[in-house]
């Protein structure tokens, strides 16, 4: 039980004494649970724990839509729970929190809380803050419709003028056109979900897909207000961030001027070239040895 209503949860290693590496899904309701062959290299050197986040994944699977309390406040309090779970169950392990794109704005709230339960704070496909996502992508659409002669879309955008940052029917009228941009890597992988899919069992998949639409709806509002670039300048506990160069979902131009503003007793950002939002996956032996690097780094 995490939060009054039982949450799924899998924890997966090949050596019991490695550093625990809690995950944090993104989406909103992007399990990343049901991929046990694609995140198996990860349990060679660490303690891999997966959490289907309140109205995500199995966890949604049980309360669909009568799930409660859906907010982010929510779901950093439920973390938190659970990293005490953790932490009581592997008390010499050490505990690293990977936040994915939303769960980056997760795992920041839980460390900025508890820094006492983790050793380190580890971010990537980094939200730094929407308004400052909304920009970017809309003025990297605009330069790629003005260098290809893209005249409709070019038309399109000037239309809008300047993107409202709360307006979300504008927002994803015009971002659908990022996908004709997405790096090979993360095109790639998007594709290999539909096979992907064949191989989990319908009732996950049904919890995945449900959560997912669920998931969005209900912390769209939430998302929109996130800021972090502002308001979460601070940590207690080292911070790195392993990010694709190519990320056009949470921008990587605004993660690293963020990351630069960052005040840490250690930190460390670590770019991975033809790399994009899904690096974890997609380059999944670049983003473990910079995570070894990471922990390397605690124990120096």
């Known amino acids: 039980k995490l939060g009054a209503i039982e949450q799924w949860v899998t924890i997966r290693g090949d050596n019991h004494d490695a550093p625990v590496l809690l995950l944090l899904h ?21 303690i891999l724990v997966q959490w289907d986040q309140r109205g995500a994944g199995m966890t949604f699977g049980k ?11 929510q779901l950093m309090s439920d973390g938190i729970e659970l990293v005490e779970y953790l932490k009581n169950r ?8 990977l936040g ?14 508890r820094p006492d ?19 970017w992508q809309f ?8 260098s290809t002669n893209d005249k409709e879309l070019l038309n399109e955008l ?7 940052p709360t307006n979300t029917e504008q927002y994803f009228g015009f971002t659908k056109h990022l996908r004709r941009y997405f790096c090979d890597a993360d095109a790639r992988w998007l594709q290999s979900l539909k096979e992907l899919g064949k191989t989990i069992p319908q009732n996950e998949l049904d ?21 972090l670039s502002a308001t979460s300048l601070h940590f207690k506990i080292p911070y790195y961030v392993i990010q694709g160069r190519e990320d056009l979902f949470t921008p990587t131009e605004p993660a690293i001027k963020y990351f630069e503003q960052i005040n840490a007793p250690e930190k460390k950002i670590v770019i991975i070239e033809n790399a994009g939002h899904f690096a974890l996956v997609t380059h999944r032996q670049e983003f473990i040895e910079a995570l070894r690097n990471v922990v390397s780094l605690q124990k120096n």
């Open 26 to 46: 993104g989406g909103p309701g992007d399990v990343q649970s049901p991929l046990v062959d694609i995140y198996a290299a990860y349990e060679r050197d660490f």
């Open 100 to 113: 994915h794109s939303l769960g980056t704005a997760i795992a920041t709230g839980m460390v900025e809380k």
């Open 207 to 227: 919890n995945l897909m449900g959560g997912m639409n669920f998931s969005g709806r209900v912390l769209l509002p939430f998302q929109v207000q996130e800021n």
């Open 63 to 73: 309360y669909q839509d009568q799930t409660p309390g859906l907010t982010l406040n």
């Open 139 to 146: 003025d990297y659409l605009k330069s790629k419709a003005a």
């Open 158 to 164: 000037l239309k809008i003028g300047k993107p409202d």
């Open 117 to 135: 339960l983790f050793t380190a704070y580890l971010g990537t496909g980094q939200i730094a803050s929407w308004v400052e996502s909304v920009q």
């Open 90 to 97: 592997f008390k010499q392990n050490g505990i690293i929190v």
